[in-house]
């Protein structure tokens, strides 16, 4: 279906914006409320009016509700006029926003207490009007890092991190896992253990930015403020934006390194598969770690050729861009590698649905005259990377650029308009390779910064842009892809870079996750100095 439904419980149900002619299907789903939570007009001509969605949900005989609510300023009054609509509509009720995010924290809030707890867990209490000095939104790389760096300047400084999870990754091992050269355990940690001592846990989810009155809005229905504040939620990986690959995902031949889950699986498909056609795909940029969609392409032939079967086995990579990789000094040993693992190449050609049990995938792929076309492939296995955006909170916040990241000068990382706001990691605009060797740069350029700015002090450091990208061409070689903004090599050491190397394995496998969680995990800060202004 046309709608992207996400189910809370039998009885409710949220999704981003719907148009009239969803509402028969909503309808046949079984639906019988349908709530509009998005003021009209918000979203220009493309966004259809309550007036219109009603007069669709009556010819398809469901009640219809308007209650719109600004994006991070759900009010009280709001929040007692959604309970009472739930009370008393008819059941299943579906509500929807732009993204689906503001009627999933209605439902939270007015679902009380309990629900608020399963999402927050056993959390410290926080009230309206907590406030802190510094507030880190995200305990992944990015924003678990920068406390630690934070701390190791100055012990006194008060931290507060918002982290809904319960576990912390060192994800860039996954793509080790897909290839059975790393145990996936190794690559998870409880968050109680990564997160530095000192710091106050927030165990809720951030929903919304007010950054003119300098506060943090929580889905337990609360709110904190802040003197400054960093954000750093890493991305959204858009599974949902591709039909049917939700539903299929870990099974059917259908995996991705980018779940911590399906890693394993992927493994366990390049083990068992004998011939036939095996998928790569790539969406368009920006995504964390652009390397890996092929990464798990060149380390799943390196298994195959090991075995002798590659032969048999039809490989395909299908990339929504125009190039192999975007800094073009790393292509010629990339295509030297596509050549021996007789790899076919799709450029302009982008994953748009799946059929799992029925092993199809749909691509919309650039003709020679520059038309879209869609065409059909079936496969034996498929490795897909998800479409990947900014968090929706962050995306309709006022801190946001165009394109939905956090809005920042790219040297000094500080918020182009909220001089007490900066940003860092995966969410943030600064047109670098989306690494945690990036987030290990750009922590030490924060915490100078921040510390500088807290003391009134001229901002001190500037980031160059380094990001890092081991490309895993076969079992046992990489070549390290080290370089900053505009695609400038940045190698740290004195080889050429461009080179497969033994050494540059055994850095990724064994020497970089032990320098993650011992170093830059706990404000160690090898290899990440900035440059000085
Ligand atoms: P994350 O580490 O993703 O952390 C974000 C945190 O924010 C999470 O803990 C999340 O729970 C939390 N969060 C989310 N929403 C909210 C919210 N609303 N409120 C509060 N908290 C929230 N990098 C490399 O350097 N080298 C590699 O080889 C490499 N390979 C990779 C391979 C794969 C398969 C993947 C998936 C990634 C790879 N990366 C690699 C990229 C790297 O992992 C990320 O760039 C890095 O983790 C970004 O750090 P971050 O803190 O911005 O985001």
Redesign the pocket.
């Known amino acids: 279906m046309a709608v992207h439904l996400t189910r809370h419980t039998d009885t409710f149900s949220t999704s981003p914006q719907i148009h009239p002619a969803d509402l028969q299907e909503i309808a046949a789903l079984g639906f019988k409320t349908v709530i509009n939570n998005r003021p009209d007009g918000e979203g220009g001509t493309e966004q259809p009016t309550s007036v219109q969605i009603e007069a669709a949900a009556l010819a398809a005989g469901l009640r219809y509700a308007y209650l719109p609510v600004v994006s991070g300023q759900i009010t009280e009054p709001q929040a007692r006029r959604f309970a009472e609509l739930l009370a008393m509509s008819p059941k299943p009720v579906l509500a929807f926003c732009r993204s689906g995010s503001r009627s999933q924290n209605l439902y939270r809030i007015t679902s009380g207490q309990s629900a608020a707890q399963q999402l927050a867990g056993p959390a410290p209490a926080c009230h309206w009007g907590d406030s802190h000095d510094i507030v880190i ?7 678990i890092g920068l406390a630690a760096s934070l701390l190791k300047r100055q012990k006194n400084v008060q931290i507060a991190i ?4 319960d576990k ?1 990754y060192y ?2 091992a ?2 080790l896992v897909g290839a059975g050269e790393f145990d996936p355990q190794a690559s998870v940690r409880p968050m109680e253990a990564v997160m530095p001592a000192g710091v106050t846990w927030i165990r809720a ?2 929903s919304g930015l007010d950054p003119d009155n300098n506060k943090v809005m929580l889905d337990n229905g609360s709110a904190i403020t802040y003197q400054y504040l960093v954000v ?3 991305l959204k990986l858009d599974w949902q934006a591709i039909p049917g690959l939700q539903e299929a995902l870990g099974s059917h031949g259908v995996t991705s ?2 779940r911590f889950d399906l890693a394993p699986y992927t493994w366990s498909l390049v083990k068992s598969l004998k011939g036939g056609k095996a998928i790569f795909t790539q969406p368009p940029m920006p995504i ?2 652009a390397g ?1 969609p092929q990464k798990a392409m060149y380390l799943s032939c390196s298994e195959w050729e090991r075995q002798g079967l590659l032969a048999q086995i039809d490989v395909h990579f299908h990339n929504a861009g125009g190039v192999l990789f975007g800094v073009q000094d790393f292509v010629p040993p990339l295509m030297d590698y596509v050549k021996r693992y007789d790899a076919t190449l799709h450029f302009h050609s982008r994953l748009v649905a799946i059929d799992g049990p029925g092993r199809r995938a749909w691509f919309a792929d650039k003709d020679a005259n520059g038309e879209w076309v869609r065409t059909e492939q079936n496969f034996d296995m498929i490795h897909v990377v998800p479409p990947q955006t900014a ?1 929706d ?1 962050v995306r309709e916040s006022t801190l946001a650029n165009a394109e939905g990241w956090v809005n920042v000068n790219q040297a000094t990382l500080q918020h182009v308009r909220h001089a007490n706001v900066f940003s860092l ?3 943030c605009s600064s047109p670098n390779a ?4 990036a ?1 290990r740069k750009q922590i030490v350029v924060v915490a100078e910064n921040l510390l500088a700015l807290r003391a009134g002090d001229a901002l001190p450091a500037r980031y160059d842009g380094y990001g ?3 490309l895993t061409v076969e079992k046992g070689k990489i070549v390290l892809a080290e370089f900053g903004f505009g695609g400038k090599l940045l190698p740290t050491f004195p080889l050429d870079p461009t080179v497969p190397r033994k050494s540059a394995w055994i850095l990724k496998k064994n020497i970089l996750p032990w320098l993650y969680w011992e170093a830059m995990l706990k404000g160690r800060e090898w290899l990440a100095r900035p440059l000085e202004n």
């Open positions: 939104i995200g305990g992944g790389s990015a924003g918002i982290e809904p999870a912390h994800q860039p996954w793509t989810a951030a750093a939620p890493g390194n980018y964390k770690c890996a968090p909170f990691g995966d969410a989306k690494t945690a060797a987030a890092s990208c081991p």
